[in-house]
């Protein structure tokens, strides 16, 4: 890999990718960059009959695909085949935002997909996301049924877009956006800020379907319950504080705001039992 550049940077005459190999100017959107054993890759959005998440090695710094390794297809949704769009408004939903994540010796892909607007009914933008063999791919989605994060994470709804980087620790977080709940009508857009959480503190990363098995009407039955926690069973609840030791938890020895640290963690209420002070929790 060359050293990176210096001094003043240049335009691209064109575009650096446009669309797919077959339609290569039907757009392109939602790029991100992987540096992975020093050779450095780019993931995107395409758009049209089939919204699809591609891959590509950058030739170095030059900024241009190596074209020994063409664009690979990793992940792609049609019309009423996956959560992703059977929730959309229009039947149709997207998968975006491609976000690369390797982390305890796995290759994850993280996106975002369903109600992008903030028209936020039924089952609103979430997070899902694939393991996959290598960057390239192939990539085999877990996701299939429901999302991994979302639809609604302390008191946010609409979560996606999000994207990773390693503390000073070498522990991953997740960047993300999303609306204050409540705060997602017509009236009120503009309002989806950034919010970030250690990986530690968000769903487990599972390699299978943990809804693999179950009917359609089980699903549909469950998908307010599954994977969201709120009550206020602890004693401590409903006292204008938030004691869970989740996100936004209060916490001794100082808060940087967004989570307890483990040596400063005043957690007298169980995870998600503190429902009226916390807002609900997605397990």
């Excluded at 998440?53 to 241009?64: N, Q």
């Excluded at 408004?89 to 491609?98: F, K, Q």
């Excluded at 997602?184 to 769903?203: F, I, V």
């Amino acid at each position: 890999m060359p050293a990176p550049p210096r001094g003043r940077t240049r335009r691209r005459a064109a575009p650096l990718v446009c669309g797919t190999p077959d339609e290569p100017t039907s757009g392109a959107i939602d790029p991100t960059l992987r540096l992975v054993d020093n050779e450095l890759y780019i993931y995107y959005q395409t758009q049209g009959a089939v919204f699809s998440l591609w891959a590509a090695k950058l030739h170095g710094y030059a900024w241009s695909l190596t074209t020994s390794a063409p664009a690979v297809s990793m992940l792609n949704v049609t019309s009423g085949s996956s959560w992703e769009a059977k929730h959309h408004p229009d039947g149709i939903g997207c998968i975006e935002a491609p976000a690369l994540l390797q982390y305890n010796h796995k290759t994850y892909l993280f996106y975002s997909g369903g109600a992008w607007g903030n028209q936020l009914g039924d089952l609103p933008y979430s997070v899902g996301y694939a393991e996959c063999d290598t960057p390239l791919g192939p990539c085999h989605k877990v996701t299939k049924r429901l999302p991994w994060f979302g639809p609604q994470h302390h008191k946010a709804v609409g979560v996606g877009g999000q994207d990773f980087f390693f503390d000073g620790a070498g522990q991953p977080w997740m960047v993300y956006h999303a609306y204050n709940d409540n705060e997602h009508t017509a009236a009120d857009h503009g309002k989806r800020t950034m919010r970030l959480a250690p990986l530690s503190q968000l769903p487990p990363l599972t390699a299978t379907d943990p809804y693999d098995g179950y009917t359609k009407e089980e699903v549909r039955a469950a998908q307010d319950l599954v994977g969201v926690v709120c009550n206020d069973e602890c004693g401590d609840a409903n006292n204008g504080i938030c004691q869970d030791g989740g996100l936004g938890a209060n916490c001794t020895g100082g808060s940087d705001g967004f989570f307890c640290p483990p040596n400063g963690l005043r957690m007298f209420c169980a995870f998600g039992t503190d429902c009226s002070d916390c807002g609900r929790r997605v397990w």
